[in-house]
């Protein structure tokens, strides 16, 4: 009976040290990665497929206990197109297990991006299909909401393993091209999973 209560307390003792990292004045790092293949059109014999990797870098600053400022810096990288940068500020909750290495948490947070990593198809006035990415621009003038859900496996308590499902909303207002006579604003969806680490201090 008094290994079974001694072996509890060092588990609820090396639980809390772990957890502590969550804590007000507490400091993380997260690395998030995803990649693969998309394509583009599937009406046409033009398909668009192309390779596409994501960055996202995301420092955080527990400013109570679970709730952290992270910001986030994306790479978007899609063959044939521009690189996309995106620049967010998000809030984020993560919530404490005190039982098991699992700790689910939730963010949202709006941003900056130049570019949309998605291949648009069109044909150029000689009817020849051309592909390029649905806007870009050098002066970071694209809004992203920015959502996620994910959670984090602490293997010990300076390495955790993240997993997280984001959704990203680019929105745009351009005015009416003189030459075509459209509307060329946009508001594009992106839905993603990504996973990586988290390294904590």
Same mark, same amino acid.
């Not at 998030?32 to 599937?42: C, D, E, Q, Y």
């Not at 995106?86 to 949202?108: C, D, Q, W």
């Not at 293997?155 to 990203?168: H, P, Q, S």
């Given at each position: 009976?008094?290994?079974?209560?001694?072996?509890?307390?060092?588990?609820?003792?090396?639980?809390?040290?772990?957890?502590?990292?969550?804590?007000?004045?507490?400091?993380?790092?997260?690395?998030?990665?995803? &990649?693969? +293949?998309?394509?583009? @059109?599937? *009406?046409?014999? /033009?398909?668009?497929?192309?390779?596409? $990797? %994501?960055?996202?870098?995301?420092?955080?600053?527990?400013?109570?206990?679970?709730?952290?400022?992270?910001?986030?810096?994306?790479?978007?990288?899609?063959?044939?197109?521009?690189?996309?940068?995106?620049?967010?500020?998000?809030?984020?909750?993560?919530?404490?297990?005190?039982?098991?290495?699992?700790?689910?948490?939730?963010?949202?947070?709006?941003?900056?991006?130049?570019?949309?990593?998605?291949?648009?198809?069109?044909?150029?006035?000689? &009817?020849? +299909?051309?592909?390029? @990415?649905? *806007?870009?621009? /050098?002066?970071?003038?694209?809004?992203? $909401? %920015?959502?996620?859900?994910?959670?984090?496996?602490?293997?010990?308590?300076?390495?955790?393993?993240?997993?997280?499902?984001?959704?990203?909303?680019?929105?745009?207002?351009?005015?009416?091209?003189?030459?075509?006579?459209?509307?060329?604003?946009?508001?594009?969806?992106?839905?993603?999973?990504?996973?990586?680490?988290?390294?904590?201090?």
């Amino acid at each position: 009976m008094k290994k079974l209560i001694f072996l509890t307390i060092v588990i609820l003792i090396s639980q809390t040290k772990i957890y502590s990292q969550f804590t007000q004045n507490s400091w993380e790092t997260g690395v998030l990665i995803n &990649g693969g +293949s998309t394509s583009t @059109s599937a *009406y046409t014999n /033009d398909q668009g497929n192309s390779a596409y $990797f %994501n960055l996202n870098i995301l420092p955080a600053y527990y400013i109570l206990n679970g709730l952290s400022i992270e910001p986030q810096i994306t790479l978007n990288a899609t063959e044939g197109i521009e690189p996309e940068f995106n620049f967010i500020g998000n809030l984020s909750y993560t919530f404490r297990i005190k039982e098991s290495g699992f700790a689910p948490y939730i963010k949202a947070g709006y941003g900056i991006s130049n570019s949309v990593s998605v291949k648009n198809l069109y044909y150029d006035w000689l &009817g020849n +299909s051309r592909f390029e @990415s649905v *806007y870009h621009s /050098d002066k970071f003038d694209i809004g992203v $909401f %920015n959502s996620a859900l994910g959670m984090k496996f602490l293997v010990n308590k300076k390495i955790a393993l993240r997993g997280e499902l984001n959704f990203k909303v680019y929105n745009k207002h351009l005015e009416e091209n003189w030459i075509y006579k459209r509307d060329n604003s946009f508001n594009i969806t992106q839905l993603s999973l990504s996973g990586g680490l988290s390294f904590l201090f």
